[in-house]
């Protein structure tokens, strides 16, 4: 095996070992337990290379920052923790969760990103690992978990006792699909909202078999704006890789509104002018019944309220 060899910055020059370093970071941060089989799966190899991994970031560019932790039977952040290959930003575990990192976002010094290129993201929203850990812990685990919670309806933190089966990234924020104890449904908590670090508790008794908003497939369908000319229907056919000039996402019944949201889509065309609007849905009757609230497709795009 090639000795490990350093660019000026001091970083290690391999981009493999660039992204197992950046695993171990994102995960053990994020997620709060890392294993060899991280290692295994993400990259194909085998546990003695994943142990050996650990070992060298440990040793020779993170010391101190993990601990083996034997409950857990696997590593977890010390307190100490400070990110060597990482931002400690919670969108590079949403890009390492989607497999899209982008090397030049962290490693500035390094001549990775391709010429004439450029990304935009959307604003880095409020999450710290703390909150995110245990909520995640309570998706595996099957637990309920006490939170201090803010909401546009009651502003002031109160006591929730919720039970989390799903963390969901909507493309701007980060929320929790869980059982709302208080009011005896499943809503979706938006993760920025929780003011305290969540207290794991007592076993779930409403896991993710049990909503049916979650469980039920629904197909979005999006089609040009019959407002615009035929010439324009076209263009933004093309636009969106429509095929017969439909779209069709296919999505979970409690996502429908967050992809519209995405899509800027209004489900009051009228709202917009067709140059703006661009796409209408096209199957409304079906889409309708899970629509969150109209607010949250206003053009404003304000902050989804928890319903």
């Given at each position: ?14 981009w ?5 370093y ?9 997620e709060?337990?890392?294993t ?7 990259f ?24 083996y ?9 010390t307190?100490?923790?400070r ?9 590079e ?23 004439n ?93 049990l ?12 089609v ?12 933004i ?6 095929r017969?000039?439909?779209?069709e ?22 709202s917009?002018?067709p140059?703006?609007?661009q ?16 607010l949250l497709?206003?053009?404003a ?7």
């Amino acid at each position: 095996m090639a000795p490990l060899t350093q660019n000026p910055q001091g970083w290690p020059a391999r981009w493999d070992l660039l992204l197992r370093y950046r695993l171990i970071e994102v995960i053990s941060l994020w997620e709060g337990r890392l294993t060899t089989n991280h290692l295994m799966r993400a990259f194909g190899i085998g546990r003695q290379q994943a142990s050996k991994d650990i070992n060298t970031y440990l040793s020779e560019h993170g010391p101190g920052n993990l601990e083996y932790d034997r409950h857990l039977k696997g590593y977890r952040p010390t307190p100490s923790f400070r990110p060597v290959f990482t931002r400690g930003l919670a969108d590079e575990y949403l890009h390492m969760m989607h497999a899209r990192e982008d090397l030049a976002c962290s490693f500035e010094g390094l001549t990775v990103r391709e010429l004439n290129t450029e990304a935009l993201l959307p604003p880095a929203r409020d999450l710290r690992p703390e909150i995110l850990r245990p909520i995640l812990q309570a998706c595996r685990e099957g637990k309920r978990v006490e939170i201090q919670y803010a909401s546009l309806t009651n502003p002031e933190p109160e006591y929730r006792v919720i039970q989390p089966h799903t963390v969901v990234h909507s493309g701007y924020r980060w929320h929790a699909r869980a059982w709302c104890e208080k009011s005896g449904e499943f809503r979706d908590f938006v993760l920025s909202r929780i003011s305290d670090t969540p207290g794991i508790t007592l076993p779930a008794t409403h896991r993710v078999e049990l909503d049916d908003a979650w469980n039920t497939q629904v197909t979005v369908l999006l089609v040009p704006d019959p407002r615009l000319t035929v010439a324009q229907q076209a263009v933004i056919a093309r636009d969106y890789g429509m095929r017969d000039g439909r779209l069709e996402i296919p999505t979970r019944g409690a996502l429908v509104s967050y992809v519209l949201q995405q899509l800027r889509v209004d489900s009051d065309p009228e709202s917009r002018s067709p140059e703006a609007q661009q796409v209408v849905i096209g199957n409304k009757s079906e889409v309708k019944p899970w629509l969150i609230t109209q607010l949250l497709l206003d053009v404003a795009f304000r902050d989804i309220a928890e319903t």
